[in-house]
């Protein structure tokens, strides 16, 4: 199971880290996704990383300005977001998959087991 915290109401320009604390004990071996969904629309991809953390992979939309982390020990993904913009308000909900493929990880179809989503909201 994952739960997603973090979120919050900040204005445009601000930070945010969100966190996903996973149970179970394939944490470590699964690729771990970040996606977002906004109001009327569908979900999103945000950024994956690898389960050695060796690989990421980032949306356009937030290359550059927000960055996916793991600590395999603590059970915990990250995303860390910066220079937030109100386009960036959504739910953001973390994902994770023990059989994806790479090149797939920005699919949601790929992921077979998802977090509640953690509402972030960016004020202008």
């Known amino acids: 199971q994952l739960q997603a915290s973090g979120g919050g109401l900040v204005q445009a320009g601000d930070s945010l880290r969100l966190s996903c604390a996973a149970s179970?004990?394939?944490?470590?071996?699964?690729?771990m996704g970040w996606f977002c969904q906004a109001p009327g629309k569908e979900r999103e991809f945000v950024a994956a990383?690898?389960?050695?953390?060796?690989?990421?992979s980032y949306a356009d939309s937030v290359r550059g300005r927000f960055t996916i982390s793991r600590d395999n020990a603590k059970n915990t993904l990250y995303l860390q977001m910066n220079s937030l913009k109100p386009e960036d308000t959504a739910v953001y909900y973390c994902?994770?998959?023990?059989?994806?493929?790479?090149?797939?990880?920005?699919?949601?179809?790929?992921?077979?087991?998802w977090g509640q989503g953690t509402l972030v909201t960016v004020s202008s």
């Open positions: 994902a994770g998959s023990t059989s994806l493929l790479w090149a797939r990880n920005s699919r949601p179809t790929s992921y077979n087991y």
């Open positions: 179970g004990r394939t944490f470590s071996t699964s690729v």
């Open positions: 990383i690898s389960g050695n953390g060796f690989l990421a």
